[in-house]
């Protein structure tokens, strides 16, 4: 059989696999288990992979976990912006736009609260060289930049402070979404805190 012109070969088609079965097969345990509850080991059993294959698909469990939530976070971005797009052209306010863009994304950190919050430490304070960081950090910056675009519609707030408020908001998002005082509040109570604080710094 004749492979065709730019199709991945077998060996390509092997990894792949390998790689999407690891994927699911930590996205599942992390959100029965929490990442804390869940080894490289029963990953890599899960994934019906040796534990040496899983490593070279990432080298730790918390690489494994930025992976995975990666993906997470940036489908809640997507649907983010949209929401926040839409509510935009409504022009039903500075505050609510934010918030049509900040739901998806904390109600992302917050489906599975060790997850979310072991995700964020490390996007923070991991090495932001490391290509998955790397790729959650970008994740973050283009959160802000879709909050300083919304906040860029409002004629009260100057264009210069834009950047800076929207990484008021996405801190405001950070802390209250992973402080350990908050870990038994529940998503709407959460929500409320944030949409809060919003308030206030925002016209």
Do not use: W
């Not at 029965?32 to 869940?38: D, M, P, S, T």
């Not at 863009?101 to 997850?115: A, D, F, G, S």
């Not at 919050?117 to 090495?127: I, N």
């Not at 998955?132 to 283009?142: F, I, K, Q, S, W």
Request: aromatic share 4%.
């Amino acid at each position: 059989m004749t492979t065709l012109p730019g199709a991945p070969g077998r060996r390509e088609r092997a990894k792949e696999d390998k790689r999407r079965r690891i994927m699911d097969a930590a996205r599942t345990l992390f959100a029965e288990r929490g990442v804390g509850g869940v080894t490289t080991q029963q990953i890599a059993e899960r994934a019906d992979v040796a534990i040496g294959t899983l490593f070279l698909y990432a080298s730790t469990k918390a690489e494994l976990l930025i992976l995975v939530q990666n993906q997470k976070f940036a489908t809640a971005i997507d649907d983010g912006l949209r929401a926040a797009a839409a509510a935009v052209r409504a022009q039903i306010g500075t505050v609510a736009s934010v918030f049509a863009l900040v739901e998806p994304v904390v109600t992302c950190i917050r489906e599975q609260p060790e997850n979310g919050r072991t995700y964020l430490h490390e996007l923070v304070f991991g090495d932001p060289a490391e290509p998955n960081r790397r790729e959650g950090l970008t994740l973050a910056l283009r959160l802000e930049d879709g909050i300083a675009g919304i906040l860029a519609h409002d004629p009260a707030i100057a264009v210069a402070d834009t950047v800076t408020l929207a990484r008021v908001v996405t801190a405001i998002i950070h802390v209250t979404t992973t402080a350990t005082v908050n870990l038994r509040d529940s998503l709407a109570e959460i929500l409320d805190q944030i949409r809060r604080q919003v308030t206030v710094i925002l016209p």
